[in-house]
Nanobody
Framework: VQLQASGGGLVQAGGSLRLSCAASGRTFSRYAMGWFRQAPGKEREFVAA????????YYADSVKGRFTISRDNAKTTVYLQMNSLKPEDTAVYYC????????????????WGQGTQVTVSS
């Protein structure tokens, strides 16, 4: 499985961005997908995850109510809509594949994209 994340950029606080993660591989629709982020000097942290069916979705408390994860299995793409962005959301955002049931733990993800930079100015 190969993942290509895009959609990052520079935005003012309160603004919005939508990240996309295009996946290759015939079995995309069977996998759970997750978004993580890593700010400079900090550990990679969980942001959101979605099961293969889209029926189970998980968010970090820090983004709940502001971010929305979704997927389009026909397009083998997962999205992260980010609204009401804050400077503390600044990080490199990574998408990842979990071949199990989905997880909040980075070590349980099997494939990772290259990351896309999100910078929120105050």
């Amino acid at each position: 499985v190969q993942l290509q994340a895009s959609g990052g950029g520079l935005v003012q606080a309160g603004g919005s961005l939508r990240l996309s993660c295009a996946a290759s591989g015939r079995t995309f629709s069977r996998y759970a997908m997750g978004w993580f982020r890593q700010a400079p000097g900090k550990e990679r942290e969980f942001v959101a995850a979605i099961r293969w069916s889209g029926g189970n979705i998980y968010y970090a408390d820090s983004v709940k109510g502001r971010f929305t994860i979704s997927r389009d299995n026909a397009k083998t793409t997962v999205y992260l809509q980010m609204n009401s962005l804050k400077p503390e959301d600044t990080a490199v955002y990574y998408c990842a594949v979990n071949t199990g049931w989905g997880s909040r733990v980075a070590d349980e993800y099997d494939y990772w994209g290259q990351g896309t930079q999100v910078t929120v100015s105050s």
